[in-house]
């Protein structure tokens, strides 16, 4: 019986090893499935490809300068990983290699870092790829985007990058939206910080004291809102953030930067032209605003609503923080939530 006892033993352990496989590819299947890396890895594929295609077409290679032949390398670079990254999601035998594994975090964190330092020369107004310092008496020092497709494509790029590195840190059995709007607000911040200390020098050598104190007002402003953002993100992810204390937090912000929309997006703002003051003053007065209703409503409108339905079983959304389970979740399977 011995050697028969060895057969079944063999087939047992192949049959288990084969089981393994199956789970981990569908481990790894889930994964793909949750934080949609499969389409973000195609979407930065083909933002980068309009950002070639508007170095390549502005500047000839013969004339490029270094700071356009770094963004040139490094889109033809993204395209090139992306491509290959997102066909490694559709290849069976190539899904071991993808799927939240150390090698995709190396190959997205690479792209970051190469889109960083490329959005930085790209929109630079020195260097005069994307956006350009207009040279007229009334408007001298502020900057003018002169390649809208190199100048939005650009930031999609990067926006899309971020996405696809954060993908790898997040919880997907709940969506943390009051840390996403922070975290959202603290790279707003910081941005308009360093085009407005970039431009300031030029801006108040030409002795316009209105222009001046606008550029002062969004180095200042970033400053406190980068502040109280980047508190808020550790309180916020530490689950620490009431809505109270939240209402409390972003009061200030929206209000802040509101004023600063109407202040450097004017006429006489350095910020009326499209260009980097534009685009992040807006969207972070658009975040604040839309962090300022949730808290308003987590503080109030619940309340109002828990009052009228005492007698009901209500399941409440809440902004990222809220630790306790909804009734559906209380008689859930462990492993429903896709951990592998």
């Not at 295609?53 to 700071?67: K, R, V």
Request: proline share 3%; charged share 15%; net charge negative.
């Amino acid at each position: 019986h011995t050697p028969h006892s060895i057969f079944f033993l063999a087939k047992e352990i192949m049959s288990t090893i084969e089981t393994q496989q199956e789970t981990a590819m569908d481990c790894i299947r889930r994964n793909i499935r949750k934080a949609g890396r499969n389409w973000t890895w195609t979407i930065l594929m083909f933002l980068s490809i309009p950002v070639t295609g508007s170095i390549y077409e502005s500047f000839p290679l013969s004339d490029m300068s270094h700071a356009g032949i770094f963004a040139f390398a490094v889109s033809c670079f993204s395209i090139f990983i992306s491509m290959i990254m997102s066909a490694m999601h559709y290849i069976q035998s190539l899904k071991k290699f993808i799927g939240g594994t150390p090698f995709e975090l190396v190959m997205a964190t690479t792209l970051l870092g190469l889109w960083m330092g490329a959005a930085v020369v790209i929109q630079d107004p020195q260097n005069d790829i994307a956006s350009t310092l207009l040279t007229d008496e009334e408007t001298e020092g502020i900057e003018s985007v002169k390649e809208a497709n190199l100048y939005l494509f650009t930031w999609l790029a990067l926006f899309c990058n971020v996405y696809l590195v954060g993908s790898f840190f997040r919880d997907y059995r709940r969506v943390d939206l009051r840390v996403l709007s922070w975290v959202s607000l603290l790279a707003a911040s910081v941005i308009l910080l360093g085009i407005s200390g970039y431009l300031r020098d030029d801006i108040c050598d030409t002795n316009n004291e209105v222009l001046c104190f606008r550029i002062q007002y969004g180095i200042v402003s970033s400053v406190v809102v980068g502040c109280i953002s980047l508190i808020s993100s550790v309180l916020s992810y530490a689950s620490k953030v009431s809505p109270r204390l939240g209402l409390v937090l972003v009061s200030p912000t929206a209000a802040i930067y509101c004023f600063g929309v109407g202040l450097l997006t004017s006429a006489d703002g350095p910020g009326h032209a499209f260009g980097t003051i534009y685009f992040t003053i807006w969207f972070g007065s658009i975040m604040s605003i839309l962090l300022l209703i949730g808290e308003f409503n987590e503080v109030f409108l619940n309340e109002i609503e828990g009052n009228e339905t005492d007698s009901k079983t209500t399941v409440k959304i809440p902004m990222g923080n809220d630790k306790h389970n909804s009734p559906g979740e209380k008689n859930r399977n462990p492993t429903d939530s896709g951990s592998c």
